[in-house]
């Protein structure tokens, strides 16, 4: 599944991370499952039809393809790279300090990634493993 490559027309980094979600809601059947029960700032939502962006607990990542083994699919919303976001949106460059916030799970997070693996991972192991190994010199996360 290719989200988010540069090739893709889908692909907007104005667009709501949402309603990313919205896209598979025939497979989600509830939007229940885009929550994180460690999450205490969002709440779930019973259906699709006011579902927004305070609904979900997880990041899109605007570059992922499954071809690219290490690339972010998805993941916990506590990743930072220090500085404000602006419009949702986090560019990580491979250079970057970059790592989980207390918010969630403890400077940790769990993140999908292009192999179709789900993995909880510290800051220390995203910044030393996945970040440099995505394949790309910058990953674009939307966040909600």
Do not use: W
């Not at 599944?1 to 025939?26: D, H, K």
């Not at 560019?91 to 993140?111: P, R, S, W, Y």
């Not at 510290?122 to 966040?143: D, Q, W, Y």
Request: charged share 15%.
């Amino acid at each position: 599944m290719n989200i988010g490559t540069t090739n893709n027309p889908v692909v907007n980094e104005a667009t709501p991370v949402y309603q990313y979600f919205q896209l598979i809601s025939n497979e989600l059947g509830t939007p229940k499952g885009v929550i994180c029960p460690n999450d205490l700032k969002r709440k779930a939502a019973n259906d699709f039809t006011n579902f927004n962006n305070g609904n979900v607990s997880y990041f899109i990542g605007l570059d992922s393809n499954e071809n690219l083994p290490q690339s972010m699919v998805s993941g916990d919303r506590n990743i930072t790279n220090g500085f404000a976001l602006k419009d949702g949106l986090l560019a990580i460059a491979t250079n970057q300090m970059v790592g989980f916030t207390d918010e969630i799970h403890l400077k940790q997070g769990n993140i999908a990634l292009g192999d179709g693996s789900v993995q909880q991972v510290s800051s220390a192991r995203l910044r030393s493993e996945i970040i440099p190994n995505t394949g790309f010199a910058t990953n674009r996360i939307k966040l909600p």
